[in-house]
């Protein structure tokens, strides 16, 4: 056979060989929280940017758990389908976290730039501490109740803030009134922090929570634009109803 038909037959064949598609972002999800970190053959080309960086060849979060699968993942409705984010709840049998995955498009393919979850030591110690008092004093009681939930799971914190929405309403009232007294009875009742008004009619309320980050409830007036999900800054944004959303953020 000639070198031409030589290179040509050859050619061909790897024509004709099966293309292996790219793993989902639900299989390397799998891959790094799953149990078997082998379930994604080759880690360092599925991930980009610091993950590949810093953690193509490291432990994943699924080998630091006991044997089994431990986690639910679900895609964040407000990130974009070129960027998706996802909701990795993990249940280590002891507390429920949740972790967030980053994605983005490289080369039309999906790839995990990088993954977070909110740094909580002090003030789950906190909790803890006051969860355990056979008697809490109105504070104490108090700053309780805003730290539970705070460190609700997320579907859980959800849940909790689509029955106050005639709640959440009314705070605003008040704060577009600026009627000191209501805010602080509204603000009480909902065990909030502090709130912060933002550029472009935002509204920025916050628990209780970690020492590092922020959690809490954001308003965003219709027509506006939402914060983007990224893992700098809105580490989580899900919709409660209309205008309202829970977040958090670092």
């Known amino acids: 056979m000639s070198p031409i038909r030589l290179a040509l037959a050859m050619a061909f064949a790897l024509l004709a060989l099966p293309c292996l598609a790219a793993p989902s972002p639900e299989e390397i999800i799998d891959g790094y929280f799953g149990p078997n970190p082998d379930s994604v053959p080759n880690r360092g080309a599925s991930y980009t940017g610091e993950m590949k960086r810093r953690y193509s060849d490291e432990p994943t979060v699924g080998q630091m758990l006991l044997p089994g699968k431990h986690y639910a993942a679900r895609r964040l409705a407000l990130s974009p389908a070129d960027a998706p984010v996802y909701d990795v709840t993990i249940d280590n049998g002891r507390e429920t976290i949740d972790w967030y995955a980053y994605f983005t498009s490289e080369s039309g393919t999906l790839k995990l730039k990088a993954v977070r979850s909110l740094g909580a030591a002090s003030s789950t110690y906190d ?93 965003v007036p219709p027509g506006e634009k939402l914060p983007s999900i990224n893992e700098t800054g809105h580490l989580y944004i899900e919709r409660i109803e209309g205008p309202w959303h829970v977040y958090k953020t670092m």
């Open 127 to 219: 909790g803890m501490v006051l969860a355990q008092k056979t008697a809490r004093s109105d504070q104490e009681e108090w700053d309780y109740q805003s730290l539970r939930i705070a460190f609700l799971p997320d579907l859980e914190r959800l849940a909790h803030f689509r029955k106050q929405l005639g709640a959440l309403d009314a705070l605003k009232t008040a704060i577009d009134a600026r009627d000191a007294k209501a805010i602080r009875t509204r603000m009480n009742a909902l065990h909030f922090k502090d709130w912060e008004r933002i550029a472009l009619g935002r509204l920025e309320l916050r628990l209780g929570g970690p020492s590092q980050g922020v959690v809490g409830v954001l308003y």
